[in-house]
């Protein structure tokens, strides 16, 4: 129960008030999600090209051991190994892409314009679908991510 801000009086929540604040939740988590994914994946790509580049840099000074430009090259394929192996970028993208299609569906119920328009009654039911369509083609996106082949787009409601 929450208050009303005018009596201070409690208020019920309504499913549909409890269901997008759960939308909104989880909006933000995708988004911190993404903002996390993406930093790995830059600095993995940092420390790859670096590394990377250092090597024949490094090679022409006869100081450097050779040991040492072995380990350069060593950092650079482990840094690459591990981006593939976690696909930083790949599941940061679906997710921001996630997180906006489900704030569409979300603005487009709170302001009431197709497919939304109408009476909560038969408009809640209709954002149910489509943030749960929304959910799952991005549970098919990120599976797809750990296994090789085509990414799913995420949901998007054909308008007639």
């Known amino acids: 129960m929450t208050s009303s801000e005018s009596t201070g009086e409690p208020v ?19 988004g911190s999600y993404f903002g996390k994914q993406m930093t790995r994946y830059r600095v993995a790509r940092a420390i790859v090209i670096v590394s990377a580049a250092l ?3 490094l090679a022409v000074v006869s100081q450097v051991p050779r040991w040492a430009l072995g380990v350069l090259g060593a950092v650079a ?12 970028r790949t599941a940061a993208l679906t997710a921001m892409r996630t997180a906006n299609a489900l ?16 009476a ?4 809640f039911p209709v954002l149910v679908q489509d943030i749960e369509a929304i ?3 991005a549970d098919e996106a990120f599976l797809q991510t750990w296994q090789r082949g085509k990414i799913t787009p995420v949901f998007r409601r054909e308008v007639n």
């Open 12 to 30: 019920a929540r309504t499913p549909d008030t409890e269901y997008t604040q759960a939308v909104r939740a989880e909006i933000h988590r995708l």
């Open 55 to 57: 090597v024949p840099v």
């Open 77 to 88: 394929v482990v840094t690459e190994g591990i981006q593939e192996l976690y696909q930083f």
């Open 103 to 118: 704030e569409r569906a979300l603005n487009k119920y709170m302001t009431a314009v197709t497919p939304y328009e109408g």
């Open 120 to 123: 909560a009654e038969k408009a």
């Open 135 to 137: 959910r799952e083609t």
